[in-house]
T-cell receptor, first 113, second 112 residues
Framework: ETGVTQTPRHLVMGMTNKKSLKCEQH?????MYWYKQSAKKPLELMFV???????ENNSVPSRFSPECPNSSHLFLHLHTLQPEDSALYLC????????????FGPGTRLLVL | QKEVEQNSGPLSVPEGAIASLNCTYSDRGSQSFFWYRQYSGKSPELIMSIYSNGDKEDGRFTAQLNKASQYVSLLIRDSQPSDSATYLCAVVGASNTGKLIFGQGTTLQVKP
């Protein structure tokens, strides 16, 4: 596998479910990011991790819980989501935090019923 | 005022023409600027990055940056139908925390 991978690619869940999104990067990068992309809205940064440490939480509701066990893996744990949380969730990584180019995974298309 | 602004379009150009995509940003201290292309249902892919004033060319693509005017643009020469996509302008702010701020994107349609 190369680049940034995400699983699952599609997810349908009820509001009472608990699920997790997984991201893995094979680029040797040290910074990883979660973004949310809703229809007709700009990409929104959710969380930033640098060398496994969270450096940014962009006022994300607590029903989204990130986890970064190492520099190659990033998870987004979901629980008691709302229908308005339905969106494309994108993971990205970069060599270091800051000015460097970010590379995106294919995304997880989430539908909350 | 939005931090990064783009005209949502759609911008329609004939095949072979030059497509000009524009972006303005509000943070005067911003240092890094990126153009991403996003096909429908896909994730963004990097087209160009630019860090200093002037032009940067890569094949059919030219990025232009004017920090005094807080303006960055992307020119696509000899536009092809395969260039039809949404183009996202992204800026890293002055705080340089790695926070990439995106515009809403401009949809480009290249008609054969």
């Amino acid at each position: 596998e190369t680049g940034v991978t995400q699983t699952p690619r599609h997810l349908v869940m009820g509001m009472t479910n608990k699920k997790s999104l997984k991201c893995e990067q094979h680029l040797g990068h040290n910074a990883m990011y979660w973004y949310k992309q809703s229809a007709k809205k700009p990409l929104e940064l959710m969380f930033v991790y640098n060398f496994k440490e969270q450096t940014e939480n962009n006022s994300v509701p607590s029903r989204f819980s990130p986890e970064c066990p190492n520099s190659s893996h990033l998870f987004l744990h979901l629980h008691t989501l709302q229908p308005e949380d339905s969106a494309l969730y994108l993971c990205a990584s970069s060599t270091v935090l800051g000015m460097e180019t970010q590379y995106f995974g294919p995304g997880t298309r989430l539908l909350v019923l | 005022q939005k931090e990064v602004e783009q005209n949502s379009g759609p911008l329609s150009v004939p095949e072979g023409a030059i497509a000009s995509l524009n972006c303005t940003y509000s943070d005067r201290g911003s240092q890094s600027f990126f153009w991403y292309r996003q096909y429908s249902g896909k994730s963004p892919e990097l087209i160009m990055s630019i860090y200093s004033n002037g032009d940067k060319e890569d094949g059919r693509f030219t990025a232009q940056l004017n920090k005094a005017s807080q303006y960055v643009s992307l020119l696509i020469r000899d536009s092809q139908p395969s260039d039809s996509a949404t183009y996202l302008c992204a800026v890293v702010g002055a705080s340089n925390t790695g926070k990439l701020i995106f515009g809403q994107g401009t949809t480009l349609q290249v008609k054969p």
